[in-house]
């Protein structure tokens, strides 16, 4: 166990991060980003989703589309359960810098490569799949070794008992200060583990499923799923949901502190002020 450093302007740095922690999160943000604008890009080539083991063309769980409106100009639709909604400029059809209309499923700028190229897709993701696999692999045996999985990401009682208090502060943005933030809240773990534990495998488990060659080997797998378009449609409700974690998790560390976070995933140690005491 590594001791507190005092700051001068009274602040401690306490150890937070290991190496392997640091590095693994770093290589999985820049893995994950490939993965999102990539599968975009491949998702291009067909915008759309089904339950079960094969496409029913005529009846998605969800699609994008692109429409003809009556004066003749594109509009982009978005089939979901709940309707169809319209969304030109963002989805289906979008405005490129010149003004010009792209009619595809995902603007340019939101996939990769920019330009319509599947097999060019295809490369940059399942590369970065092993990549995330391999490291999300690399982080789970380091913390199962070291006991730091548990030790770390594990809520107490006394945390599952205050979850309602913890949650009610962080929707009015009262974060923990002092000893209090030296380690993760019970919110912060939970959220964690069902990030680590169950988001990201499952999302493993899901892009191996739509492989040919592991449904061969493994037909089980996508039976697991309902088929490989089940698994299709989980593994992009798997990535919606991602997207969401990555979106709430930047905003807590732009409103907890971002500099002390950021420290703390550079360097390992992050600054916390001591309790004042009482007067």
């Known amino acids: 166990m590594r001791q507190d450093r005092l700051l001068a302007d009274g602040r401690r740095l306490v150890w937070r991060h290991p190496l392997v922690v640091r590095l693994t999160h770093w290589v999985n943000l820049a893995s994950l980003a490939v993965l999102l604008l990539s599968g975009l890009q491949i998702l291009c080539a067909h915008p759309a989703f089904y339950w079960g083991e094969a496409s029913t063309f005529a009846h998605p769980f969800a699609a994008i589309d692109a429409v003809q409106a009556a004066n003749g100009s594109s509009r982009g639709v978005l089939t979901l359960p709940g309707g169809r909604f319209d969304v030109t400029g963002v989805l289906g059809v979008s405005r490129l810098a010149d003004g010009q209309e792209s009619v595809r499923a995902f603007p340019p700028w939101l996939t990769l490569p920019s330009s319509l190229d599947l097999g060019a897709g295809r490369r940059w993701h399942f590369f970065f799949a092993w990549v995330f696999a391999l490291n999300g692999a690399l982080y789970l045996g380091s913390g199962l070794v070291s006991g730091r999985l548990v030790r ?18 962080h929707l009015r ?19 964690y583990l069902a990030v680590v534990l169950g988001l990201l495998p499952l999302m493993v488990a899901t892009g191996l499923s739509m492989s040919p060659t592991i449904d061969a080997v493994v037909p089980v797998l996508p ?49 916390i002020r001591p309790d004042k005491a009482p007067s």
């Open 152 to 169: 770390v990401l594990v809520p107490t009682r006394a945390q599952l008992a205050g979850l309602g208090r913890t949650a009610w502060g």
């Open 173 to 191: 943005l009262k974060f923990p200060h002092g000893e209090a933030a030296r380690d993760y809240n019970g919110l912060q773990k939970l959220t």
């Open 223 to 271: 039976m697991a799923f309902g088929g490989r378009q089940s698994a299709r449609t989980i593994h992009f409700l798997c990535a919606s949901a991602l997207v969401l974690f990555a979106a709430v998790h930047l905003a807590m560390i732009l409103l907890s502190g971002p500099i002390g976070e950021m420290r703390a995933m550079i360097t390992g140690w992050f600054p």
